[in-house]
């Protein structure tokens, strides 16, 4: 069955550093998505990514906060500057046109900012 | 606007015994449900789905699930639970055709005893 791939699985980074997640969609889905979990707390919805540009991002996803689909199996999530409340664990999605709002979920990269 | 609460954050079944899981939602419009299971160290798996088409809603591994509009409930539901049913369930809401930005509940953690 296709599946959602992510890595780092799991990274630790210093405050301030910049942080790349890396996400291999399903090859023919074409809405891309990051969320995240607070430990202890809800799955939050971050941005939603079609046809190379954000369709819609949450409060959360400010300017530290930036997507890529650098090629065209990649989908990239980078935190310029990292803050100790960044620290969750980060969900990359995809769902294709036929059910669009029926997403195939990875794995998560748990991001530790100490 | 819309959310799901769900009812319990822990649920202790025996093996053989039945599972009710509890969910309930709030939404402006005709909303689309979900149920999906998190398994340690693995990615959020859809166990079913609801989209306004039979409001009772079979999915994988013996889940099943009713849409109760006068209740605003979706609850969750296995005739005979199994060990390997034991993880994270959450209960998911969307508007349906209104984009794919999906509102998570917290979360019930179920444990499947001997």
């Known amino acids: 069955e296709p599946e959602v791939t992510q890595t780092p699985s799991h990274q630790v980074t210093q405050m301030g550093q910049e942080v790349i997640l890396r996400c291999v969609p399903i090859s023919n889905h074409l809405y891309f998505y990051w969320y995240r979990q607070i430990l202890g707390q809800k799955v939050e919805f971050l941005v939603s990514f079609y046809n190379n540009e954000i369709s819609e991002k949450s409060e959360i996803f400010d300017d530290q906060f930036s997507v890529e689909r650098p090629d065209g199996s990649n989908f990239t999530l980078k935190i310029r500057s990292t803050k100790l409340e960044d620290s969750a664990m980060y969900f990359c999605a995809s769902s294709g046109l036929a059910d669009a709002n029926v997403l195939t979920f990875g794995a998560g990269s748990r991001l530790t900012v100490l | 606007a819309q959310s799901v609460t769900q009812l319990d954050s822990h649920v202790s079944v025996s093996e053989g015994t039945p599972v009710l899981l509890r969910c309930n939602y709030s939404?402006?419009?005709?909303?689309?449900l979900f149920w999906y299971v998190q398994h340690p160290n693995k990615g959020l798996q859809l166990l079913l789905k609801?989209?306004?088409?039979?409001?009772l809603v079979k999915g994988i591994n013996g889940f099943e699930a009713e849409f109760k509009k006068s209740e605003t409930s979706f609850h969750l539901t296995k005739p005979s639970a199994h060990m390997s049913d034991a993880a994270e369930y959450f209960c998911?809401?969307?508007?349906?055709?209104?984009?794919?930005?999906?509102?998570f509940g917290t979360g019930t953690q179920l444990k499947v005893e001997l």
């Open positions: 939404s402006s419009y005709s909303p689309s």
């Open positions: 609801y989209t306004s088409a039979a409001t």
């Open positions: 998911v809401v969307t508007l349906t055709g209104g984009g794919n930005k999906l509102t």
